[in-house]
């Protein structure tokens, strides 16, 4: 079993800047692909980013790109996501996810992530 416990959300105002952590326990998770997701009030969670085990490709949904980047540190057993110019839209609960080993769903579909986190609210005013 994985644990995972996303922090680092707030409040902020439009064009500013957060970073979300993700931290794993129960099981080190250096081999599985990582993801965020997020879901707003009355919407449908959709994904925001992705990384693979080794880091070596990273994925983007287009209204985040050149926005927000995805890392991990596997040594801590720790994903991030830095959010930089910040938009209302961008407003929503921000979820980790560690992907499966043996999925064939797409790394953005949220059916081939096994493992979520709580959550983590992201308020950005305008």
């Known amino acids: 079993q994985v644990q995972l416990v996303e922090s680092g959300g707030g409040l902020v105002q439009a064009g500013g800047s957060l970073r979300l952590s993700c931290a794993a326990s129960?099981?080190?998770?250096?081999?599985?692909?990582m993801g965020w997701f997020r879901q707003a009030p009355g919407k449908e969670r959709e994904f925001v980013a992705a990384i693979t085990w080794s880091a070596d490709t990273t994925y983007y949904t287009d209204s985040v790109k050149g926005r927000f980047t995805i890392s991990r540190d596997n040594a801590k057993n720790t994903v991030y996501l830095q959010m930089h110019s910040l938009k209302p839209d961008d407003t929503a609960v921000y979820y980790c996810?560690?992907?499966?080993?043996?999925?064939?769903?797409?790394?953005?579909?949220?059916?081939?992530?096994?493992?979520w986190g709580q959550g983590t609210q992201v308020a950005v005013s305008s």
């Open positions: 996810a560690a992907r499966g080993l043996t999925v064939t769903a797409p790394i953005r579909s949220d059916l081939s992530y096994d493992y």
């Open positions: 129960g099981r080190t998770v250096s081999s599985y692909a």
